[in-house]
């Protein structure tokens, strides 16, 4: 089985300080783990992904995150926001729970950025 | 082309109309999704289909009918909805429907069921 907990439901940060989103997952078998961003009335868009290569991984917009097996998490981080990163943000875990690769989405994380 | 795109972008439809919704890519990806989405809530996922072929059905009502006439488009078909069918309906692909293998997700068509 697999579960994704995002710990926050809002975060808010002043524009340029620094960003972190966080996310635990639960797993029976080493997982893919994914972050996407959505921005309001659009889709979802891949962030950046882990899947069992560098444990640091770099996406797109200056985003990244570390997979830490030990703790079973995979925060998002982000040295300096900007007021384009105001936007909802989903954790992603896929085959973690064995044969089937449906993911599993966390419940979202609502990123704040104030000027 | 890295998108996928999704028409219409918005649609009313009444509880005894039918209506399509259309999804085209042309990546190569191998497997697509419909995934419905609520507001402030994650995407569920409705129909996966890997090489054409339905592979996933998440116990949708029959209602929604999804087809896939070739590798680039897919399909859903809607009939005698309910209001609360209405939400934000989302098409992705991917490479192939394997855990490391990101979504590329359209826009979106924001369904409204009166």
């Known amino acids: 089985a697999q579960s994704v907990t995002q710990l926050d439901s809002h975060v808010s940060v002043s524009e340029g300080t620094p960003v972190l989103l966080r996310c635990n997952y639960s797993?029976?078998?080493?997982?893919?783990l994914f972050w996407y961003v959505q921005h309001p009335n659009k889709g979802l868009q891949l962030l950046l992904k882990?899947?069992?290569?560098?444990?640091l991984v770099k996406g797109i917009n200056g985003f990244e995150a570390e997979f830490k097996k030990s703790e079973t998490s995979f925060h998002l981080t982000k040295p300096s926001a900007h007021m384009s990163d105001a936007a909802e943000y989903f954790c992603?875990?896929?085959?973690?729970?064995?044969?089937?690769?449906?993911?599993?989405f966390g419940r979202g994380t609502s990123l704040i950025v104030h000027p | 082309d890295t998108e996928v795109t999704q028409t219409p972008k918005h649609l009313v439809m009444g509880m005894t109309n039918k209506k399509s919704l259309k999804c085209e890519q042309h990546?190569?990806?191998?497997?697509m999704y419909w995934y419905k989405q609520k507001a402030k809530k994650p995407p569920e996922l409705m129909f996966v289909?890997?090489?054409?072929?339905?592979?996933i059905n998440e116990s949708v009502p029959s209602r929604f009918s999804p087809e896939c006439p070739n590798s680039s488009l897919l399909n859903l078909h809607l009939h005698a909805l309910q209001p609360e069918d209405s939400a934000l309906y989302l098409c992705?692909?991917?490479?192939?429907?394997?855990?490391?293998?990101?979504?590329?997700f359209g826009s979106g068509t924001r369904l409204t069921v009166v």
């Open positions: 992705a692909s991917s490479q192939g429907d394997l855990k490391g293998y990101g979504y590329t």
């Open positions: 797993s029976s078998y080493s997982p893919s």
């Open positions: 882990y899947t069992s290569a560098a444990t």
């Open positions: 992603v875990v896929r085959g973690g729970g064995g044969g089937s690769y449906i993911p599993t």
């Open positions: 990546m190569g990806h191998r497997a």
């Open positions: 289909y890997s090489y054409e072929k339905l592979s």
